[in-house]
Structures are given as structure tokens and as C-alpha cells.
């Protein structure tokens, strides 16, 4: 979810109108931290009555932290004061807000650097957020139960990925008994949008060195494909893929014509497979400059959005649906879920 101050305080101000400046007394308010290898993303929401979450504050920010750690397996200086920058900034809304119950995570950056300690304590001594580096596991449950609600009810199941910034979860999730997703199998490859970028000569800015990057993907996902064909048959037409990261979002926004992203046109949007592999078409035909120009895409994202598309690609040639469903949801939702439940005890 892609946040900005000014539309936090009015979210602030509507939560309070709403409630006539005062607390709801019944339903906990949940604040929930996922620090990427590429994003710190912050959610700030109250359970409803049906289930669902609303959305009571949010902010987000590119922080690069897993800028290196390929490299050097190690957290950089300039890497660490970007993220705490924005680790404060996050303290700051969560006690505004009054929230209850907090829960914040460290994913693939975090797990692959040897100083992660040093963050962890920065983040407790001078934000006052207890982070928690959470296994390749934990991060898949995590996005495949945020994102369980989007599986198609007319399919037998789904192909749920998240693209990260160093790692790509891919989860098989069945329709169980009751209808509700079961997770099949899942795995975390530790190859993301930061990392691949970081990995590949001159990362992206051609034709060639995009096929190179998918090429280098489906050799990656492959294994995952056997894998999962040895439990059972993957039957595609029975099945569609289900994308959450910020590369499936924005390829979402540009095939939809958007001029800039809005969450809520995005999140829980259906699409053609073949539309969105058409966007990557024309992504990889434009220069740096040209994709930054795409509003959807901007400067932040100009660099890293190619390899996201290698990534989606190749998931997409081994798993073909035809059908793909967006979310602008995943890791953090999940957590929400997980910290309703123990609110609730």
C-alpha cells in the first residue's frame, strides 16, 4: 500500500469523526511492520464486523535496505540510516494512533545479513519497535493467508507469488472442504527485485539482458515446478495466478491505463495473463527514462521494475493461467489476521 502523510492525517481525522473522537471500545486497533529488502511498509487497521479490516493509517517508503547484502552479506551503513529514518517515522504514527497490538517483521534482507543484530537493536533502542526477523516460511504463510481471501471461488485453486526484494515466495493453495485456501506447498526462492537487479550485469536496460534475467528465473522456478508436480498435477485451467508485490500492483495500474496508482482499483482486480505480459512488452522496449515516465512506475521503481517483470515472466511460462488476480495485500494482512487472533484470546 503506497501511503503518503497528508492522506494518513485525513485518515486519521475521518477515524476520528467516525467515532466522534472517541475509541472504539470493542474492536482492538492493530498497527503491523513489514520491512522488505526493498520497501517498509506500515498498516494501521481496525477488524469489522464482516471480517474484513479497516484501513485506519498508513505509510510507505522505499529503503532499499537490502541495497548490497548479495554482495557483502552485510547490511549497509547508509542502508541502515535510510530504514531507521523511516522505522521512526512508522513510531510516530503507531503512537498517534493508539494502536493496541503491534507486530513488526524483517523478511529476506534481514535473514540474509550477517549485522541484522545491529538493526534489531537500533530499531528497539531508538524507534522503540521490537523487529522480528521471520523465517522463509513464516513469510510465505504470512502472504498466502493476506491474500486467501482473493482466491477465485469458481477455481479449484491458485498460484499465489510475491515478489519481493530478495526473495519470491510461490505458494500452491488448494480450496479446502469449506472453501477456505489450503497451502499445498510452498517456497521462498532468495532472489528478488533488488537482488536479481544487483546480480545481473547492467541489470534490465535492454532486451537481451531482460532475457538473460528471465532465462536465469525459469531455471530457478523450474525445481519449484517438480516439486510441486511430484505432490500432484497443477491443472491450469483450474487454477489462476494471484500476485502481491509492488511489481504485480503497478504491471496492474499500466495495463489498466491508470495515471498514477490508486490502491482501490487496483486490489482485488482481475486481469488477463496475456495483457499483463504485453505491458512488459512495451516496458522492456522503453529506456530508463521512458519507464519512469509511466506514471504508475515513476523514478522510484524505473530500475527495478524490469527485473520484477523477468520474475513475473518466467512464473508465468512455468504456471501458465490465464487469468490473474492482483493484491495490494499480502504480508501485512496476514499479520493482521494473526495478531486478531491473539488480541481476541
Not at 535496505?65 to 541502515?80: F, N, R, Y
Amino acid at each position: 500500500m503506497r501511503g503518503n502523510v497528508r492522506g494518513n492525517r485525513l485518515a486519521n481525522r475521518a477515524e476520528r469523526r467516525h467515532t466522534g473522537g472517541r475509541r472504539h471500545a470493542a474492536q482492538p486497533l492493530l498497527a503491523v511492520l513489514d520491512l522488505g529488502s526493498n520497501n517498509c511498509r506500515l498498516l494501521i487497521a481496525r477488524p469489522m464486523a464482516n471480517g474484513e479490516f479497516r484501513v485506519v493509517d498508513s505509510f510507505s517508503r522505499i529503503v532499499r535496505l537490502g541495497e548490497g547484502v548479495a554482495q557483502t552479506g552485510e547490511l549497509s551503513g547508509a542502508a541502515i540510516e535510510r530504514t531507521l529514518a523511516a522505522l521512526n517515522i512508522c513510531a510516530e504514527h503507531i503512537r498517534a494512533s493508539g494502536a493496541t497490538h503491534t507486530r513488526a517483521i524483517a523478511t529476506a534482507a534481514g535473514r540474509a545479513a550477517r549485522n541484522a543484530d545491529v538493526l534489531v537493536a537500533r530499531a528497539r533502542d531508538e524507534a522503540g519497535i521490537a523487529l522480528e526477523i521471520v523465517s522463509s516460511e513464516e513469510e510465505a504463510r504470512l502472504a498466502a493467508t493476506g491474500c486467501a481471501p482473493l482466491m477465485g471461488r469458481d477455481c479449484d485453486g491458485a498460484l499465489v507469488f510475491d515478489i519481493g526484494g530478495g526473495s519470491t515466495e510461490i505458494i500452491w493453495m488448494r480450496r479446502g472442504r469449506e472453501s477456505e485456501g489450503r497451502i499445498v506447498r510452498s517456497v521462498s526462492v532468495p532472489i528478488g527485485v533488488v537482488s536479481l537487479a544487483e546480480d545481473s550485469a547492467h541489470a534490465a536496460t535492454d532486451s537481451a539482458s531482460f532475457d538473460a534475467m528471465r532465462a536465469r528465473m525459469l531455471a530457478r522456478f523450474a525445481v519449484v515446478r517438480e516439486e510441486m508436480d511430484a505432490i500432484a498435477p497443477f491443472a491450469r485451467q483450474r487454477h489462476h495466478l494471484l500476485g502481491t508485490s509492488g511489481t504485480v500492483t503497478t504491471l496492474a495500474a499500466v495495463a489498466m491505463g491508470l495515471p498514477r496508482y490508486i490502491r482501490a482499483r487496483v486490489d482485488a482486480s482481475w486481469h488477463a495473463s496475456a495483457d499483463i505480459l504485453k505491458v512488459i512488452d512495451r516496458l522492456v522496449a522503453l529506456d530508463h527514462e521512458g519507464r519512469a515516465a509511466i506514471g504508475p512506475v515513476g523514478s522510484d521503481r524505473a530500475d527495478l521494475v524490469l527485473p520484477g517483470c523477468a520474475i513475473f515472466s518466467a512464473i508465468h511460462a512455468l504456471w501458465p493461467c490465464a487469468q490473474l488476480r492482483v493484491a495490494d495485500r499480502g504480508l501485512r494482512e496476514g499479520m493482521l489476521r494473526e495478531l486478531l487472533k491473539e488480541a481476541s484470546r
